[in-house]
Every structure is written in structure tokens, then in C-alpha cells.
């Protein structure tokens, strides 16, 4: 499966963001799909990830109660809609496919190209 990641951009502390990843391919709903973000200098950290149904959604606590993860399997679509936007949210963001929803990194076989959101007033 190919992920193509979307909707980066500037967006202002207290703001909203929404990204979206689409995937080409066949099966995406045996999938579950993730979202991981890398700021400078720092390692690729999880931020949220669905289950393949979409009826288990886990977060990183960083962002649990602003960030929503979402799915679409007719479209082959997955989102994060990013609410009350803090300046460490700033960070190249990445969609993943994985075969179980983890938060480790390594357990995703598929990953998309990032889309850079920057949160600054």
C-alpha cells in the first residue's frame, strides 16, 4: 500500500489543523493506520493510531483529548483532526499502515512521505 500524507501547514496555537492520508492499493481496511511526527533533531515519536474497523483509537498523551484519529475505508482515507494547537506540536508528521496498532515505530510497514505543520502565532 502507498500513503500520501496532506493538509500540513501554519497553523496558530489554540488553532485547528486536519490531515489527511490517502492510500493506493487493494486492502486497506486490513490495515490499522497511524501517525507518528519527527521535530528537529529529535527522534520519530507516536502520536495516534486505529484499529483497522476503527474501533480502537489509542494517543499519546501529548496529544490525548486535542488530536482525533479517523478512518475512512471506502475512500481509503485516514485523518487527524489537531485542536488546541501548541507550539510542540510542530513537527513533520507522518501516516503509517501496520498490520496491529502499535505505538513502536518499527511495527509499521508502510509509511507515507511527512507534512511539515508548524504552530506559531
Known amino acids: 500500500v502507498q500513503l500520501q500524507a496532506s493538509g500540513g501547514g501554519l497553523g496558530q496555537p489554540g488553532g485547528s489543523l486536519r490531515l489527511s492520508c490517502a492510500a493506493s492499493?487493494?486492502?486497506?481496511?486490513?490495515?490499522?493506520l497511524g501517525w507518528f511526527r519527527q521535530a528537529p533533531g529529535k527522534e520519530r515519536e507516536f502520536v495516534a493510531t486505529?484499529?483497522?474497523?476503527?474501533?480502537?483509537?489509542y494517543y499519546a498523551d501529548s496529544v490525548k483529548g486535542r488530536f482525533i484519529i479517523s478512518r475512512d475505508n471506502a475512500k481509503n482515507t485516514v485523518s487527524l483532526q489537531m485542536n488546541s494547537l501548541k507550539p510542540e506540536d510542530t513537527a513533520a508528521y507522518y501516516c503509517?499502515?501496520?498490520?496491529?496498532?502499535?505505538?513502536?515505530?518499527?511495527?509499521?510497514?508502510?509509511w507515507g512521505q511527512g507534512t511539515q505543520v508548524t504552530v506559531s502565532s
Open positions: 492499493g487493494r486492502n486497506f481496511s486490513v490495515f490499522a
Open positions: 486505529i484499529s483497522q474497523i476503527g474501533g480502537r483509537t
Open positions: 503509517a499502515a501496520a498490520f496491529v496498532p502499535r505505538r513502536v515505530p518499527n511495527e509499521y510497514k508502510y
